[in-house]
């Protein structure tokens, strides 16, 4: 099987091997296991946060080179709001240090970035890194790569019926003529390709409230590798699963006809 490199990939890519089902456009991916891989060595859990960073710096390089157009990576959720408050600060200052430190070089590589989820007003300074990383990378035509930050996806879901029943009662929108693209539309991912791919690290097998309606028809593959040890190879095995995979989006196969 042959995993197809996307036009405008770069050259290193093409030592990928697979088959016949083009590569996806978009994938998503629960970054999981950064505290199981830090008591794994001993560590304290930020350190564990600290080199989940470096593969995400990894992720995106290799999800360029491989000519993917869009990448989505579930940072932050709604709910890791629960989790202690010296973690959290933890947290918010590496995704700060992380913009500053990397947002030239996504720019240069011509990387579009946005943010999901809903912006957090308390942290001012987040907040501006947020709106700076967006408005510099906005024209950006290369990967997407989309940061769900204080995300969730039933919030989303009930974000998005707010805004179609605003329409509606302002007499913009049918109610009876609400379809699927309308909902989709509404959404928070709405100019990003459908979703092809979800991955999730570290073994655990859910969605946690993450991309729920975009996943409608996605693939799941769900890997063993703990976050922080996720690489490019890591990111080829579950493309090569990805076209193992036989989509039949609701159809048969064509080998049942």
């Keep these: 099987m042959k995993l197809g490199v996307r036009r405008g990939a770069s050259t290193e890519s093409e030592t990928v091997t697979t088959a016949g089902n083009a590569g996806p456009r978009h994938v998503a991916i629960i970054m999981d296991g950064n505290g199981r891989w830090a008591k794994a060595h001993g ?10 960073v470096e593969a995400v710096r990894r992720t995106v390089a ?10 989505t ?32 070089k996504l720019h240069e590589h011509n990387i579009r970035v946005r943010v ?3 912006r957090h007003p308390s942290d001012v ?20 790569l989309t940061v769900a930050f204080n995300y969730g996806a039933r919030n989303e879901m009930l974000r998005a019926t707010r805004k179609l029943a605003a329409e509606v009662a302002a007499g913009r929108l049918d109610a009876d003529a609400i379809s699927e693209e309308h909902v989709a539309g509404a959404l928070d991912t709405a100019d990003l390709p459908p979703l092809d791919l ?4 570290s073994g655990e097998q859910r969605l946690s409230n993450f991309l729920l309606w975009q996943a409608a028809y996605a693939e799941l593959v769900f890997l063993p590798v703990l976050w922080p040890d996720f690489d490019r190879s890591s990111l080829e095995q579950a493309l090569s699963e990805y076209a193992r995979r036989d989509r039949r989006f609701g159809g048969i196969c064509q080998t049942e006809l």
């Design 198 to 201: 979800m991955i999730r690290t």
């Design 43 to 52: 560590l304290p859990r930020v350190e564990g946060h600290r080199r989940g």
């Design 62 to 71: 290799a999800a360029r080179e491989l000519g993917i157009e869009a990448v």
């Design 73 to 104: 990576i579930y940072s932050f959720s709604s709910e890791n709001w629960t989790r202690p408050a010296a973690e959290i600060s933890e947290l918010m200052s590496l995704m700060k240090r992380f913009i500053r430190s990397d947002l030239k």
């Design 125 to 144: 300074e987040m907040q501006s890194l947020l709106e700076e990383a967006e408005g510099l990378t906005r024209d950006n035509s290369g990967l997407k």
């Design 116 to 118: 999901i989820g809903e």
